[in-house]
T-cell receptor, first 114, second 114 residues
Framework: DAKTTQPTSMDCAEGRAANLPCNHS???????VYWYRQIHSQGPQYIIH???NNETNEMASLIITEDRKSSTLILPHATLRDTAVYYC???????????????FGSGTQLTVLP | DTAVSQTPKYLVTQMGNDKSIKCEQN?????MYWYKQDSKKFLKIMFS???????INETVPNRFSPKSPDKAHLNLHINSLELGDSAVYFC?????????????FGSGTRLTVV
């Protein structure tokens, strides 16, 4: 799997947009970008994924650069409940060959401030 | 309805004891996992089962033995517990063994070995 680099921590004011960057400069053509988050004392939660087009769902938006070497997860109106560790992961959508598992890095601790 | 449920939520036990953690998913997923999150918050895969068949077994002591009676259940039995086994254990499921999207995690079992 391609390696990702994320800032260790970020703060965001409540009600403002939270923009979480992720670098994945060695991403392969068949690899998607996935975002999960882990709220304190809970299991990780799937947020969104994308290949090259920007994606949006009820939780967030994902902006992927044209060269696919980096992406940004956007929480449009952050709330206190969005305080969590956010993980950016790159992986093929469906891998060929052997089975794969989701591999988590250290992520970004987002703290939403009142 | 809880999608992935694991019991117990908390488990405190003495060194040398044997204990089990149970996991059940009602999502109809084919693949289930056990992850371990240590005190430094790194999430690491331990095991993966696809349709009751073990497909991933990371470097885990053989004191840990997973069992999958059917594809909706994956239990984890731990023999001769050691202090270093103290961690939060997460069960998860996904639609298949080769996808990185749609993982659903349980709320975790905090194991404390004293």
């Amino acid at each position: 799997d391609a390696k990702t680099t994320q800032p260790t921590s970020m703060d965001c004011a409540e009600g403002r947009a939270a923009n979480l960057p992720c670098n994945h400069s060695t991403i392969s053509g068949n690899e998607y970008v996935y975002w999960y988050r882990q709220i304190h004392s809970q299991g990780p939660q799937y947020i969104i994924h994308g290949l090259k087009n920007n994606e949006t769902n009820e939780m967030a938006s994902l902006i992927i650069t044209e060269d696919r070497k980096s992406s940004t997860l956007i929480l449009p109106h952050a709330t206190l409940r969005d305080t969590a560790v956010y993980y950016c992961i790159v992986s093929p959508r469906i891998s060929s060959g052997s089975a794969r598992q989701l591999t988590f890095g250290s992520g970004t601790q987002l703290t939403v401030l009142p | 309805d809880t999608a992935v449920s694991q019991t117990p939520k908390y488990l405190v036990t003495q060194m040398g004891n044997d204990k089990s953690i149970k996991c059940e998913q009602n999502l109809g997923h084919d693949t289930m996992y056990w992850y371990k999150q240590d005190s430094k918050k790194f999430l690491k895969i331990m095991f993966s089962y696809n349709n009751k068949e073990l497909i991933i077994n990371e470097t885990v002591p053989n004191r840990f033995s997973p069992k999958s009676p059917d594809k909706a259940h994956l239990n984890l039995h731990i023999n001769s517990l050691e202090l270093g086994d103290s961690a939060v254990y997460f069960c998860a499921s996904s639609p298949g063994d080769r996808v990185a999207w749609g993982y659903t995690f349980g709320s975790g079992t905090r194991l404390t070995v004293v």
